[in-house]
């Protein structure tokens, strides 16, 4: 085994410590060209990463040309060279078709820098808006403006009857959704500057994702003139579209002052901030985010195909699309993703399937790598492919089947709802009631997206993992959702719509290899430069090469026609299915609800008993309480009355009395006086010899014992009349709170208020009395 130097510096930084590690195993390497000649065996990059891997392990060497290769094929690899590692590998291969395509600095291909970060820091609100945010509204706002831009181009194109190319118009509607949420500007689907950018951006996307021969031998770089002139013919015309058409306008009326209103106000402002900032880095920014449209173009296409080829996956999208628009009366919009499990799920699958980019790494700084040691300047391939094809972390890897990105919930309701719906879901009568809240409502089913899944990472990990990949999700969950609910119409013409993907969109290798003027001392060579034209990696993978293969080859009418009536077959099978396993479901259903009935018709009769029984008895015990509770009401009522009455002759007692004292002292006056004319008279008469009349006093005396006597009876009968005021209260309160008791416990007896009553009763006769002055007090007033 090779061994390499490897170079650390140590932990206080001054010293350089050179080690000699075993690098990682690999074939060894011919002159000139290395490796070449073994990947030759090989169809692509990914056959021959993936394959080498069984042969050479998960972490192995490769040289290719001059240039020292690592391919990582296993998770925790992956992770320690991009997460533990990550600052070692931040570089990015320094090819000269980067720099044609790119210009300068490119944001997906340079090295990570201060300044990488501080872009990847901009752009993080707009590429990654959380759902709270108004970004996000925003995003969801365009995405459904622009699909129904995109709705009425297919009705009008369709209508004409002729067969039709829908890539153009979907990356078109994604460049719009693009321009318009980075930089507020859209453009016409006509506009012939706008049809070419987005063309060449398409071909940019595809020629990033190949491996050319002559960026592992540059000296070969002269041969392929045509091929670099073309590529900076379409980066010149993309970035003068960009500078004209977007940012000039913008450049002139931007407001320091104001909110920024999208990315490009963050960027042109930042441009005022920052040091390293010019204009021809937001040039670049806004390049590759616009072009990220392309891949979501792609993606969506890809997933068509899929759909074409198997109708049930476009029936599932196709039906959660039609619960929101059903219920919700309105688009299919950003906010519903997490009601559509299954379409996201199929956004997945078709990156795991078909979209397995190998985006190289450059170690920055020598390391080590699982005891291994790499050299600085080592490409590191980090082979995705593999983590998305293994057998050993997917089943049955090989077929397309957005299931295996959905798991079950628990929810017992929401099984119930699947039951209905899926048996026929434009039929369910639950639709119509649910109609408002459909942010409540769990729309689909039991079903619901995996969290997460350690090794599906195709947008990678670690500090320069893809910044697009939420604007990717965004976009294309509502060009799919969206299409997909006019799948009956589609499906009526899949025959157009096998034919709208168009072959070169998926084999364009194929076609650059033909266009490609090689000269003819290398012809010899071609099988060779076929397996390093794909080297780097592509965003196609075989396995879309397969199954789209026979969807392209000239077909005759009536082929074409049967292969319709197949699939519809297929369509109806699948539902009648479907239909029987919702039949087996209901009879399984009628079967217990039998059952339950049964059980009730038993217990049915003596439960009645049982409950009339109950029933008359506890009506007489109401009956009884009732009864109780009007008596104790009525006994209350005239208490109340009652001591109103006292308290108004005690009150009508006192007055008196107060008046009787008053007499009292006038009449002692009053005797006073007539004592004076008595003594008077009895002087007179005295001298007359006439018998003397007696004193006041005497004839008072007898007078004023009775007014004694009187006043203490009444004294007697106020205190034995405040005893029983304070007796009545007494029993009043009593009963009450045997009233109480009597409510709280149904079994206790009222006890009958019968004393009081009779003592009330004898009260008020002697109010009654006294009232009508026959009473005793009475008498005392007038018996002077
Ligand atoms: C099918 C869709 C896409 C896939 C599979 C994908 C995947 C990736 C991967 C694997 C990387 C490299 C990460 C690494 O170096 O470890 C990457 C980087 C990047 N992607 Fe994407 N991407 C997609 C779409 C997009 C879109 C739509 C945008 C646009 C806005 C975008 C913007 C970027 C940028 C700017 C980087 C470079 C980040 C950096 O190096 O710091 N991507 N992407």
Redesign the pocket.
């Known amino acids: 085994m090779r061994k390499v130097k490897i170079i650390k510096v140590s932990s206080k930084g001054s010293e350089r410590i050179v080690k000699e590690y075993k690098q990682a195993p690999g074939p060894v390497p011919w002159p000139i060209v290395g490796n070449l000649a073994l990947l030759a065996r090989f169809e692509g990059p990914f056959e021959a990463f993936t394959e080498l891997s069984k042969e050479l392990g998960d972490i192995y060497s490769l040289t290719i040309g001059s240039i020292r290769c690592l391919v990582v094929s296993n998770l925790d690899l992956i992770k320690e060279v991009?997460n533990q590692n990550g600052k070692f590998f931040g570089g990015r291969p320094d090819f000269l078709r980067y720099h044609k395509l790119f210009g300068g600095d490119p944001?997906?291909l340079c090295n990570w820098s201060p300044l990488?970060q501080k872009r990847?820091n901009l752009a993080r609100s707009h590429?990654s808006p959380r759902d709270s945010s108004s970004h996000f509204q925003r995003m969801s706002d365009i995405g459904c403006l622009e699909i129904t831009e995109l709705m009425l181009k297919l009705k009008n194109e369709i209508s004409k009857g002729h067969e039709l190319d829908i890539k153009p118009l979907l990356q078109r509607t994604c460049a719009n959704m693009f321009t318009h949420y980075m930089c507020s500007v859209r453009f016409d689907y006509e506009d012939k500057d706008f049809q070419k950018t987005v063309e060449y951006f398409d071909e940019i996307f595809w020629e990033i994702n190949q491996g050319r021969v002559y960026d592992f031998f540059p000296a070969l770089a002269p041969f392929f003139r045509k091929n670099i002139t073309t590529m900076t013919k379409w980066s010149a015309f993309i970035r003068n579209f960009i500078l004209k058409r977007i940012m000039h306008d913008r450049n002139r009326n931007i407001d320091m002052e104001e909110d920024e209103k999208d990315f490009t106000d963050v960027i042109l402002k930042s441009l005022s901030e920052g040091e390293n900032v010019t204009n021809d880095t937001i040039l670049y920014m806004l390049e590759?985010?616009i072009?990220?449209?392309s891949?979501?173009g792609?993606?969506v296409l890809i997933a068509l195909g899929h759909v074409a080829k198997n109708p049930l996956i476009g029936e599932r999208i196709k039906e959660e699309a039609d619960k929101i628009s059903t219920i919700a009366n309105r688009k299919v919009n950003l906010y519903d993703m997490d009601k559509m499990p299954y379409t996201m799920a199929t956004i997945s699958e078709v990156?795991r399937y078909s979209?397995s980019?190998i985006?190289p790494?450059v170690a920055t700084e020598d390391a080590i790598i699982s005891g291994y040691g790499v050299t600085k300047g080592t490409v590191v391939f980090?082979n995705?492919f593999k983590l998305n094809t293994s057998s050993q972390l997917w089943t049955n890897p090989d077929i397309f089947d957005p299931e295996r990105f959905l798991e079950q919930t628990s929810e017992i309701k929401s099984q119930k709802f699947l039951s209905k719906t899926k048996s026929n879901p434009r039929a369910n009568p639950d639709m119509e009631t649910v109609k408002d809240n459909l942010d409540n409502e769990n729309l689909d089913t039991n079903m619901r997206l995996k969290a997460n899944i350690p090794h599906f990472i195709?947008?990678?990990?670690?500090?320069?993992?893809?910044?697009?990949?939420n604007?990717?999700r965004g976009f294309a969950f509502i060009l799919l959702a969206n299409i997909l609910q006019q799948y009956r119409r589609l499906l009526s013409i899949a025959f157009w719509l096998s034919t709208a993907l168009p072959l070169t969109c998926f084999l364009r290798s194929t076609k650059y290899l033909l266009e490609i003027s090689y000269p003819r001392s290398l012809r010899s060579a071609l099988r060779v430069i076929i397996v390093v034209v794909a080297l780097t990696g592509s965003?196609m993978c075989p396995n879309c090469r397969e199954f789209l293969l026979p969807y392209f080859e000239e077909k005759s009418k009536e082929e074409l026609l049967l292969d319709d009536i197949k699939s519809k077959v297929k369509v109806c099978e699948a539902e009648i299915e479907g239909l029987c396993k919702d039949l087996n479901a209901i009879k399984n259903d009628c079967k217990q609800l039998e059952e339950d009935y049964d059980f009730f018709d038993n217990e049915m009769p003596p439960l009645q008993d049982d409950t009339l029984e109950c029933s008359s008895a506890l009506e007489d015990k109401v009956k009884q309480l009732q009864a109780k509770t009007d008596s104790l009401f009525k006994s209350h009522k005239i208490i109340a009355e009652e001591n109103k009455i006292l308290s108004e002759t005690l009150d009508y007692v006192s007055a008196e009395m107060q008046r009787q004292s008053v007499q009292y002292e006038q009449l002692s006056i009053e005797n006073k006086n007539l004592q004076n004319v008595i003594n008077q008279l009895n002087d007179m008469k005295l001298e007359t010899g006439m018998k003397i009349v007696p004193s006041v006093n005497d004839l008072n005396n007898s007078r004023q014992d009775n007014i004694k006597q009187t006043i203490n009876k009444t004294k007697r009968f106020k205190k034995q009349f405040d005893k029983q005021i304070d007796a009545t209260d007494f029993a009043d309160n009593r009963r009450k709170s045997e009233a109480g008791d009597e409510c709280k416990n149904s079994k206790m007896g009222i006890v009958p208020p019968n004393d009081s009553k009779k003592l009330i009763q004898q009260k008020s006769k002697n109010m009654a009395k006294m009232r009508n002055g026959n009473g005793m007090i009475l008498n005392i007033r007038f018996d002077k």
């Not at 195709?458 to 990949?469: D, H, V």
């Open positions: 991009l944001l997906a990488q990847r590429c590759d985010f072009g990220g449209h891949a979501v792609n993606l990156l979209s980019p985006v790494h980090i995705n195709p947008f990678s990990i670690g500090k320069r993992t893809c910044i697009g990949q604007l990717l965003s």
